[in-house]
């Protein structure tokens, strides 16, 4: 499954965005179109685990994703933290279709984790799990969750947060999260950059979250 992807054109000159599509010909996006879509294998490994295991495969089959890296050198490593001594975001976007007992529980709080990040907002269950040595997020802060107007049928949620991932600096996640109006499939776009670079290129990261819809095909 591949992604479709469109360039916008900024006036008569080169590429602004690149526009990408997911699987589900429902979901999209757009991101700058400097930024670089990451090695998909890397990606995978990093979303599913060791891909020679059968239940990785298994996810990997009820799933589409895609990530796009603002750095030079794209690397599905910067989905959780930044690189080197500079520091540029990331977006990750994954379309995955539920099983049928899954679809029999989908709610708010299942979509705030659709991007496997744990978003605990209970502070003795959140104090509890950041104790554990081998638990890599720490210093969970909650900044923003809104629950998304209904839209022909297609639920969502948007919650901004920040985490201290892997022993560096503050990241700041923007998570929008939606439930196709079928049930059927939930499509995510998270983007990170650290706290700092979150809050000098805010209006940049905004215009890439409020470009993520997805639409219910009529009939």
Known sequence: MTAVMVAGLAGCGGADFTYVMGNDGQSYFKVPATW???????????????????????????????????YDRPSADHLLAAGGGSDEPFAFAMVSTLTESEQNSVSLDVLRNAAMLPVVVDQDVRKQMEETAAYPFKSFELLSDEVLPPKDGVRGVHVVYNFKVLGGPVQTFDQTA?????????????????????????????????????????G
């Open 178 to 218: 939606y439930l196709a109006a079928d049930g059927t499939r939930v499509s995510v776009l998270l983007i990170r950059c650290s706290a700092t670079c979150y809050r000098s290129r805010s209006a940049e990261l905004d215009r890439i979250a409020q470009s993520f819809k997805v639409k219910r095909i009529p």
């Open 36 to 70: 670089q879509k990451v090695d998909q294998k890397a990606l995978d490994q990093k979303i599913f685990g060791d891909m020679t295991s059968a239940t990785s495969q298994v996810r990997k089959q009820l799933s589409w994703t895609v990530g796009y890296d603002g």
